[in-house]
């Protein structure tokens, strides 16, 4: 599994790493559906997720494997950061907000103020 538990300025976020698969959707649902049974097992409302995107295909497969994962983890998502979504993948982000349920999300260009705004109050 690449995804893992990092700190940010003393607050733990879980980084889900779902970069670098391209359209090997097989290897995408493995990987979140490790991360998503990590996250699942937290508390209500107590993670912050930083997620990478970067070189994953936004293929209907690959956010077809997002919509039925996700769901199982999102009572314990505070906040979600996204990486890796520009241009014309910023669609990402519209069915993230669908699919996590008005769980706060934004994108970034940048890990530091990704982690930054997980972090603030």
Known sequence: M???WIEHQGKRIFYADYS?????TPALEQEVEQA???I???SDKSVLVLVNFENTDASL???AVM???IMRANHAVLKRALLGISGSRRFFITTFANVT???PVMAFDNREKALDWLVEA
Do not use: H, I, Y
């Open 67 to 69: 919509r039925k994962l």
């Open 40 to 42: 699942s097992e937290q």
């Open 20 to 24: 670098g698969f391209g359209s090997d």
């Open 101 to 103: 349920g008005g769980t």
């Open 36 to 38: 998503v049974s990590g």
């Open 61 to 63: 497969a690959n956010l």
């Open 2 to 4: 690449k995804s893992l």
